[in-house]
């Protein structure tokens, strides 16, 4: 696999960056754009990720006009902050209601544009300025973009009904409808916009991934989704790949990366992948930024950490056991390893011989091969696909009665939006969590605040309007209090010693605050800083994770565990240690 470097390669005008959160977009994107400004090319770099840390990565205050860099003389930033632009677009929808239609219906519209799919569209709605101006392609040789939209957003802004203004009589009870209320003013520059984004001449979607299974499939979905729309112009670069080693740690790293490679999933074999080699340093500052596709400082912080004992998993679930919670969650992004965490705390916690029923919707967990069921464990598998075909069913079939064409099709894919998928499961949580009055109940990966509040206004907003549409199931309606109810129930947040899985383990904490769920412990996972390798690059590696673990520290209260980088999967004896 050859080293990725703009240098050797033909790109074209529009560059879209995209992958899971953490997998290094925005580093790449960055050092893509200084390479080829470097070179004498004029480049603007637009990011579009709340999480964004571009104004660390250049050291200055961006704004969302674009700001030129001056150490790098051709390069000029945009910062553009969709949360702001969400709330904006939110207000702007709903401010003519306001006085008009009761509190209840206005509140259930709040959260309505309160997801990640509005986020998604006030960002497509930023960008879209940028790749639709046509002076701007006049004086640009190349326009990156840090995040692109995904296959749902697109197909979203394709659909005809998608502009026909907010549908309050929402066909379900709890959706992402009604997003592009507001913007039927912009139609015409969306549909330029997407064009552009499938001219393979003008644009290549670049897919960023590591080395490891979670974020590798990932990246095959976003391509399958993308190339589904026409969007076929694609190229993969695999970040952090290790090509030495000379400890057992950093051997035990090479090997599992290469085994993930090996098992590359199908639909990203025929795709051209380049790689970056895994640098020890956090990308900040120009040096960084220069040195990322070439060569690697091996610099080792100074930084301590604060507290002087760092607890481990085993004081998580003495917590969990003494303050005897009825409903433990762990929750977190993609590949943050949250079914190994649910598994090991219900080992843990049956190892105290409470009872204990665990369940998952990890498709790839197969909780079977982590942990043995025994007397005191029982487990459960919740299909997603399953629960959300059996949920488009009975959305549709009501849909139906009243709608037809063009309306059924933007409601077909409003349900492809991932609230609609976490409700749809969100309702099977439910039965088992109330099946769950006698033992304990650990849930791997939970509804975000969003989803738990679209839940709770739907509830009132339907005794309002006393509509049949929508009907919340009792087990929902009773599982909403519990889950606030703080002597219950127990939110674990799990993330990774690194800037982006920390912002976003924020992000979705503030979500939960807002439908009134509170977290007490975070859990750092796969910490090399634990690992204790001997390797430099590891070791300067697990130097730079001690500013996340002070971080997480200070946020939690002391209330955090840090769990080190393992190379096997763990599993069955592996589970136990983890306690130890």
Known sequence: MEIFNPQNIKLTKYLFYTGKGGVGKTSTACATAVNLADRGMKVLLISTDPASNLQDVFNAKLTNKGVPIKEVPNLVVANLDPITAAAEHRESVIAPYRGKLPDVVLKNMEEQLSGSCTVEIAAFNEFSKFITDDSLAEEYDHIIFDTAPTGHTLRMLQLPSAWSGFISESTHGASCLGQLSGLESKREIYKKAVETLSNGELTTLMLISRPEMTPLKEAERASKELSDIGVN???????????????????????????????????????????????????????????LLTIDNYKIRSEKINAQIIPGLKDVIEDLYKSGKKVIFTMGKGGVGKTTIAAAIALGLSAKGKKVHLTTTDPAAHLKYVINEN?????????????LEKYKKEVLSKARETMEGDDIAYVEEDLRSP????????????????????QIVVVDTAPTGHTLLLLDSTQSYNQEIKRSQGDIPESVKKLLPRLRNIDETEV????????????????????????KIFA??????????????????????????????????????????VIPWSADDIKGDKLKELLK
Request: charged share 25%; aromatic share 8%.
């Open 520 to 561: 007490k412990w975070w859990i750092i996972n796969s910490s090399l800083y634990r690992a204790g390798s001997t390797n430099k690059l590891l070791s300067a590696k697990a130097s730079n994770e001690i500013e996340w673990i002070n971080k997480v520290d200070a946020h939690a209260e002391g209330m955090f565990a």
């Open 375 to 387: 007397e005191n464990i029982t487990m459960s598998h919740i299909d997603e696909k399953v629960e």
């Open 492 to 515: 674990i947040i799990v993330t990774l010693g690194e800037a982006t899985p920390v912002y976003e383990a924020l992000r979705l904490e503030e979500d939960l605050i807002r439908a």
């Open 233 to 291: 112009n694609q190229t993969m670069i695999i970040n952090g790949v290790m090509n030495s080693y000379d400890d057992s740690v950093s051997q035990s790293l090479y090997e599992k990366q290469q085994k993930s490679l090996k098992q590359m999933p199908l639909g990203l074999q025929g795709i051209t992948t380049y790689m970056v080699p895994l640098r020890a340093y956090n990308i900040t500052g120009m040096e960084n930024v220069r040195a």
């Open 419 to 438: 609230c609609t998928q976490e409700i749809a499961v969100f309702r099977a949580f439910a039965e088992i969590v109330n099946k769950a009055e006698d």
